[in-house]
Structures are given as structure tokens and as C-alpha cells.
């Protein structure tokens, strides 16, 4: 059992400011103690989970109609895991790697938890990938077998597979569609004895979403991954009267981890879409009493727009949680007002199991809208100077350093990678340029590799976002570093239009224009539909570049 209290059932459990309220002078929030750290894995908190929560709801499948829902308890679903964990092992040997590729269904979340009852390592693939991808994947991680969802979207996921197998020279044990997962679960031979799993092995390679190119395998341990979902739960105050509309990619951690594994200590209910729709998740808050939900900022915006258009007694839902992007103040104004629920913002990485920083459910939508929070309990974090490393005072921007139980073994086998990620002290370099201030809440000011340089005179884009994300013709905004013959660079902002607007370049050029600096004003203007974005909402900058370099925005300039 986990060497730390759980709420009981009906309570809420909450996490309060450190009890000395630190103030600071320089940008470095120590590790806060206020809850305790436990020694638990994927596998030890399903099991958990089942014997202090037997009967209760763990997991509804979200794409059946109201009142005939697939449901499974906890029991049920610890079950069901452990004959996914008996086939497995019928196969492979404990600490083998399996890849899942499939999109968000129960059945991902019962290979998942049976894979860590197995003491396999699981290796998450975006379902979206394709052939060329997934090999890559495959081949990268040493996948000793491949578990797919059938289709996705259309593609035969079977067949591709197969392809990608082919091309990446993997031979595997097995290889199984989640469509056929109940006859995988009963073709174990016989009783095969799982193994004991300490909580410092790896658990999964979640590879990161590419935001900057070729993916990377962040190796994260059972106990990083189990004790940064309950921090996530409890900040938020999950517990088991929650009933979580689980929509986050179930391969990335905020899926995965976040809701699988903070639903295992905490006795919610996953409510599981297999995609968003918003005006399907405002009729699930509805129909199945959501308590709390995840959506990114252009998901926030689509569900009030549809609300507005058609109300729904959304009277049941507490909390809602966003991060991935800036979510603009008027967004959290709104939110709080119109579906009565209270918003938290988090930031996180891939690398960090993913949660580094968090709101708090009473932070003002000032707090919500400008920062993202601070650091959540037993995790450092530092504001340094990017070339000297020296920390910085407080309201200094510099570079984001992170250190504790959060942060990854490693990139597999990519150990110069590593070593250019996380220093000998233990500290992971984020990317991430923020500014801290005295109550240790920090401030995004952009990416190191974002930095646009315009004859010699740095330019952090986040600034210049900020700025047109109060303008109510645009819905999101990424700008973007132009290659120019004379400046070396030239200032582009990317728009997509709010419902209904038709923002024009000269407009917007002079609202940036009365706010900030002539050398900080965008030159260039493009609207499109949507900008490229991992599927956690991180915006992909490096394919506008790409396609500025190509020639292929001009067509979009406005």
C-alpha cells in the first residue's frame, strides 16, 4: 500500500500553500514536503485501487448510447488486466518493451495497466502515425511486440503495421489488434506467476511530440509517473465522487498518466471518448454528471461557443483543467462564469511524468491566464541565466530547471541527448524561458529556440502573443521567426480567426503596434483554419517555419 494517506471516499482531498508561505529573492523554489512521496507502481495502485474500491465505476466507455455504456468496476478492470498480464507473459519475458498504437478506448487502458501487472515496458505510439513513423518507433524502442487499435481514422492500422514491421526489421512476439483483445486475454496456456516490480523500473518510453523534429524516448519510471499523477489529483481535488471526462490522448501522459494512473489513487471514474467533439462533451457532462474535465485552450473556446449555442445543464461540473498554451483571461473569465466550474492551468514536459507546475483552484483568473502556477509538492525549480547557468533574481526571465522524483531516466539509448537535457546535479533543462516571482508562481516568456533575433536585437515571440491574444478577432496565435536576407530575420505571426471574424494583417499590426515596440511588430501576416499542434496543444513552430521557408504561407497572407 502507498506510505501515504488517501482521501476517504466522499472527502476532498486538497493540497494547501506551504505552511511557511516562502517569499523569494532569487528565482528558486525549493522542494515543498507537504505531501509525502510514495513508493507505489502502475501495477501495486490498480491493486490497490481494486481492494479499496471494488465495486466502484473505474471506466465508462463514453461512445455508447446513454444507458448502454460499456462499465467496468475496479474489480472488473484489475481482472481484466491481470488476464492481459497472463497472455503477455505466456510470450515475453518481464522488462520487455510492447508498443501500443491504438487511439482512446477502454481497452488501451486495460493493455496499459496489464502490461504493468506483466513488469513489461510500454512503449506509447501517436495512432496517428504512419508507416514510415511508427518503424522508427518501433525500431528506436526495440519493441519486442506491437498491440494496435484495428483502425483509426479511417486507416487499416493492421496493414500498416505491417508495413512498418517490415521496414524497421522487427520480428515480433506478438502482434494483436485491440478488436480481438478478449480472445488475447484467455490464450495464456496456463497460470503463469507475475513478477514482483520495484518501483524505480522503467514503466514506459513516452516519446516526446516533435515540436522541434525527430522524436525522442523519454524513459520514465513507475514511481515518477505513479506519484506525479496522485500530486496532479490531489491539487485538483480528485477524488472518488469525480467522474473525469478523460479526454486527453491516452498516449501521451496527460492520458495516460495524469487520468489513468490519478484515477487509480483515487477511486474516479474515466469517462473515455475516443475523440473530441464538443458539442458531444457538453451532452456527456450532462447525461453522466462530469464532475471534472481537461481541455486545451482551443477546446475551452469551442465548448462555450457550443453552449451558447445550445445550453446544457452542465450544474455537476467543479473543475477544469487546461495547460499546453496560453489560455487567454478573458477564456478563464468565461469559463468560470459560464459552465460554473473553476479553471487550474499546469505545465509540464514529456520528460518531467509530465506535471512540473500548477495553479491552485482559489488563484485569482489573473494568476490562470498569466502564469502557470507553481511548482507542485517535492519538485525544485530554478530560473537560470541560459549561458552562465547562474540563477537569476526573482522577475528575471531566463531558462526553467527542474529537478526531483519527476524528471525521466533518460532518453533511451540516446545518452549524449541525455546529457545535453539533464545535468550532473540532477537538473533537466525545460527550453522553457519564464520569469518567477516572489510567491515562486512563474511566467512563460517564450522558448530558447523560439527567440526570433532581428538584427541583433532578441525578440521573444510570447510577448507579441500575448498581446493579439486579446484581440477579438483572433482565437490563437503562434509568431514565428521569417528568414530575411538583410535583418536575418523578420517577425511573422500565424492566426487562426474567432468564430465569425475575419481579422485583417493591417488591423492587427496596429493593435501590436500600440502596445509594444516598432521592432517587436509582426511584418508578416497569415491566417489559417488551424495551426499545426501535437495532439497534447503545444503548437508546432517549426512546421510554420518550415512552410514559410517553402513558400507554402503566402497564400494564407492577410
Same mark, same amino acid.
Given at each position: ?21 516562502? +517569499? ?43 444507458? $448502454? ?62 508507416? +514510415? ?16 487499435? =484495428?483502425?483509426? #481514422? ?40 507475475? *513478477? ?5 523500473? *522503467? @514503466? ?9 523534429? $525527430? ?7 513507475? &514511481? ?12 485538483? =481535488? ?17 492520458? /495516460? ?9 483515487? =477511486? ?18 450532462? $447525461? ?45 473569465? #468565461? ?24 495553479? +491552485? ?50 532518453? &533511451? ?10 545535468? @550532473? ?8 524561458? /519564464?520569469?518567477?516571482?516572489? #510567491?515562486? &508562481? ?18 521573444? !515571440? ?6 493579439? &491574444? ?12 521569417? !528568414? ?24 492587427? #499590426? ?12 509582426? $511584418? ?10 501535437? @495532439? ?23
Amino acid at each position: 500500500m502507498p506510505n501515504v494517506r488517501q482521501a476517504e471516499h466522499g472527502e476532498r482531498a486538497r493540497v494547501s500553500r506551504p505552511a511557511n508561505d516562502l +517569499r523569494l529573492a532569487e528565482s528558486h523554489w525549493p522542494a515543498t514536503t507537504e505531501v509525502a512521496l510514495a513508493d507505489t507502481t502502475c501495477g501495486s495502485v490498480l491493486r490497490d485501487a481494486a481492494a479499496r474500491w471494488p465495486a466502484h465505476c473505474a471506466l465508462i466507455d463514453a461512445d455508447g448510447a446513454p444507458g $448502454q455504456r460499456r462499465r467496468w468496476t475496479y474489480a472488473e478492470l484489475e481482472q481484466a488486466a491481470a488476464h492481459v498480464a497472463q497472455a503477455v507473459l505466456a510470450r515475453l519475458a518481464p522488462g520487455s518493451h510492447v508498443a501500443l498504437w491504438a487511439g482512446n478506448r477502454p481497452e488501451w487502458v486495460i493493455v496499459q495497466l496489464g502490461l504493468a501487472l506483466a513488469g513489461m515496458v510500454l512503449v506509447t505510439v501517436n495512432p496517428a502515425l504512419g508507416a +514510415r513513423e511508427l518503424a522508427y518507433v518501433l525500431s528506436q524502442s526495440r519493441a519486442r511486440a506491437l498491440v494496435h487499435g =484495428g483502425r483509426y #481514422r479511417g486507416a487499416d492500422m493492421e496493414r500498416v503495421a505491417a508495413q512498418a514491421l517490415d521496414e524497421a526489421g522487427v520480428s515480433p512476439a506478438f502482434v494483436v489488434s485491440l478488436d480481438d483483445l478478449d480472445a488475447f486475454q484467455t490464450s495464456a496456456p496456463g497460470e503463469v506467476p507475475l *513478477p514482483v516490480v520495484v518501483p524505480g523500473e *522503467p @514503466a514506459m518510453i513516452q516519446y516526446t511530440s516533435g515540436t522541434t523534429g $525527430q522524436p525522442k524516448g523519454a524513459l520514465l519510471n513507475h &514511481y515518477s509517473i505513479t506519484n506525479n499523477a496522485r500530486m496532479m489529483a490531489l491539487i485538483k =481535488g480528485l477524488d472518488a465522487r469525480t467522474v473525469n471526462l478523460a479526454v486527453a490522448p491516452l498516449f501521451h501522459t496527460a492520458g /495516460c498518466v495524469a487520468n489513468v494512473l490519478g484515477a487509480m489513487q483515487t =477511486g474516479m471514474s474515466l469517462l473515455l471518448p475516443s475523440s473530441f467533439d464538443a458539442e458531444s462533451m457538453l451532452d456527456l457532462v450532462e $447525461q453522466e454528471r462530469v464532475t471534472y474535465t481537461f481541455a486545451v485552450p482551443t477546446m475551452l473556446i469551442a465548448m462555450l461557443d457550443a453552449q451558447a449555442a445550445r445550453p446544457r445543464d452542465l450544474s455537476s461540473l467543479e473543475t477544469v483543467f487546461s495547460g499546453a498554451a496560453t489560455v487567454p483571461v478573458e477564456v478563464v473569465r #468565461r469559463v468560470e462564469a459560464e459552465f460554473g466550474a473553476r479553471l487550474i492551468i499546469g505545465y509540464g514536459q514529456t520528460e518531467t511524468s509530465p506535471a512540473i507546475t500548477h495553479t +491552485r483552484l482559489d488563484d485569482d483568473a489573473v494568476d490562470k491566464s498569466e502564469t502557470i502556477g507553481r511548482a507542485i509538492p517535492q519538485v525544485e525549480i530554478k530560473i537560470v541565466d541560459p549561458a552562465s547557468g547562474v540563477t537569476l533574481p526573482v522577475d528575471t526571465p531566463g531558462e526553467l530547471l527542474t529537478r526531483g522524483f519527476l524528471v525521466m531516466m533518460g532518453y &533511451y539509448d540516446m545518452p549524449e541527448a541525455t546529457a545535453a537535457t539533464i545535468d @550532473a546535479d540532477g537538473w533537466l533543462r525545460t527550453g522553457d524561458l /519564464c520569469a518567477m516571482d516572489a #510567491r515562486g &508562481y512563474c511566467r512563460i516568456t517564450g522558448r530558447l529556440k523560439d527567440l526570433i533575433i532581428r538584427g541583433g536585437e532578441n525578440i521573444y !515571440p510570447r510577448e507579441i502573443e500575448e498581446v493579439l &491574444y486579446a484581440h477579438p478577432d483572433v482565437a490563437e496565435v503562434a509568431v514565428i521567426g521569417i !528568414p530575411d536576407d538583410y535583418w536575418g530575420e523578420t517577425v511573422g505571426a500565424v492566426v487562426t480567426p474567432a468564430p465569425g471574424a475575419q481579422p485583417h494583417g493591417d488591423a492587427l #499590426r496596429a493593435w501590436v503596434a500600440a502596445a509594444l515596440a516598432r521592432h517587436k511588430v509582426p $511584418q508578416h501576416w497569415f491566417a489559417l483554419d488551424a495551426i499545426p499542434a501535437t @495532439a497534447s496543444g503545444k503548437l508546432q513552430k517549426f512546421r510554420l517555419v518550415d512552410m514559410a521557408r517553402a513558400g507554402e504561407l503566402e497564400a494564407h497572407r492577410i
